[in-house]
């Protein structure tokens, strides 16, 4: 094969849809992004976590991607690249009787969606290219044949400190560094094109109501510890069975660890039963609309960094 690759990684949401649908139906966008007859690549890691209206989006983006003619591959844990330890969300937490929490250092992009997505992508460009050679060989001998791999994320304007790789890096080397691991930092290229468009998070919207396309719920986690009030609002309305599953797996955490002097649940010291009770002091009067209204316009990864 001699046509280069290009990488679109999906969220599930609504920056990556836009993105998704520029390559679709946004010629311009689309010869500027693949060029040298370049190979479009849409990219998805399952966390097993995700809201039911995202897994019903998934599948709508499946079968758009089959129209489309655009490669759409949806990694979920049977298919080998999710880490032994790390099959979902949920999995990680019982194994360890642990939780995520917003008081710990975060690794469940990491190890959920990050390392998910570049294992699948290691073993695609061996296939496809018939690289050989393990610990991410095949993203050198990619880099030797084509010059860095053109990576695609959908961060909108906005979310500008999420880049893993400050834009100013190149300006200033000496003074500000980059944190991927070496492979990374010398075989893929991130770019950004809604923040180059300037397209924020409604933009996004907009652009897909003007295609006549139905605007996906944002991406997160279900049991996401960096969900605001409203959003555990909205789960324990909507979801009332993962809110009480939620609830025993930090309340098997705490029992665990009782015996430690520092002993933090998913939102720190306060447990979430409590923290609910504040947020529905807030939130509880939104009525069904309302709280529908404000989700689809929160949440997603938004600490994460790629
Ligand atoms: S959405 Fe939240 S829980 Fe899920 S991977 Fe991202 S930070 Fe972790």
């Given at each position: 094969?001699?046509?280069p690759?290009?990488?679109?990684?999906v969220?599930?949401?609504q920056?990556s849809t836009?993105l998704?649908?520029?390559?679709?139906?946004d010629?311009f966008?689309r010869?500027?992004?693949?060029?040298?007859?370049?190979?479009?690549?849409?990219i998805?890691?399952?966390?097993?976590?995700?809201?039911?209206?995202?897994?019903?989006?998934?599948e709508?983006?499946?079968?758009?991607c089959?129209?489309?003619?655009?490669?759409?591959?949806?990694i979920?844990?049977?298919?080998?690249?999710?880490?032994?330890?790390?099959?979902?969300?949920s999995?990680?937490m019982?194994?360890?009787?642990?939780?995520m929490?917003?008081a710990f250092?975060?690794?469940?992009?990491?190890?959920?969606k990050?390392k998910v997505?570049?294992?699948f992508l290691?073993?695609y460009l061996?296939?496809?290219?018939?690289?050989q050679?393990?610990?991410?060989?095949?993203?050198?001998?990619?880099?030797q044949?084509f010059g860095?791999l053109?990576?695609?994320i959908?961060f909108a304007?906005?979310?500008?400190?999420?880049?893993?790789?400050?834009?100013?890096?190149?300006l200033f080397?000496e003074?500000?560094?980059d944190d991927?691991?070496v492979y990374?930092?010398k075989?893929v290229?991130?770019f950004?094109?809604l923040?180059?468009?300037?397209?924020?998070?409604?933009d996004?919207?907009?652009?897909?109501r003007s295609l006549?396309?139905k605007?996906?719920?944002?991406?997160?986690?279900?049991?996401?510890p960096?969900q605001?009030?409203?959003?555990?609002?909205?789960l324990h309305?909507f979801y009332?069975?993962?809110?009480?599953?939620?609830?025993?797996?930090?309340?098997?955490k705490l029992?665990?660890?009782?015996s430690?002097e520092?002993?933090?649940?998913?939102?720190?010291e306060i447990?979430?039963?409590q923290?609910?009770q504040?947020?529905?002091?807030?939130y509880?009067h939104?009525?069904?609309?309302?709280?529908?209204?404000y989700?689809?316009?929160?949440?997603h990864?938004?600490?994460?960094k790629?």
């Amino acid at each position: 094969m001699d046509k280069p690759l290009v990488v679109l990684w999906v969220g599930g949401g609504q920056d990556s849809t836009a993105l998704l649908y520029k390559f679709a139906f946004d010629s311009f966008f689309r010869e500027k992004w693949l060029k040298n007859d370049a190979k479009l690549v849409a990219i998805m890691a399952d966390t097993g976590d995700e809201y039911p209206e995202t897994y019903e989006h998934v599948e709508f983006l499946k079968l758009f991607c089959v129209e489309a003619n655009i490669e759409f591959h949806f990694i979920t844990p049977d298919m080998g690249f999710h880490g032994r330890t790390w099959q979902s969300l949920s999995h990680q937490m019982d194994l360890n009787s642990t939780i995520m929490s917003v008081a710990f250092p975060k690794s469940c992009t990491d190890n959920l969606k990050i390392k998910v997505c570049y294992n699948f992508l290691e073993d695609y460009l061996k296939k496809y290219y018939g690289y050989q050679g393990k610990r991410k060989r095949a993203f050198y001998e990619y880099r030797q044949q084509f010059g860095k791999l053109v990576s695609i994320i959908g961060f909108a304007k906005g979310e500008e400190n999420r880049m893993a790789v400050n834009p100013q890096l190149d300006l200033f080397p000496e003074t500000l560094k980059d944190d991927r691991p070496v492979y990374m930092q010398k075989c893929v290229e991130h770019f950004y094109p809604l923040i180059a468009m300037l397209m924020d998070r409604f933009d996004c919207q907009d652009y897909i109501r003007s295609l006549d396309m139905k605007v996906p719920q944002p991406s997160n986690c279900m049991m996401c510890p960096f969900q605001n009030e409203a959003e555990v609002v909205y789960l324990h309305r909507f979801y009332p069975e993962r809110w009480q599953i939620w609830v025993a797996k930090e309340k098997a955490k705490l029992l665990k660890n009782q015996s430690k002097e520092r002993n933090l649940g998913v939102k720190g010291e306060i447990p979430l039963e409590q923290f609910l009770q504040e947020a529905l002091k807030k939130y509880g009067h939104w009525s069904d609309a309302q709280l529908k209204n404000y989700r689809m316009t929160h949440g997603h990864c938004v600490k994460s960094k790629i």
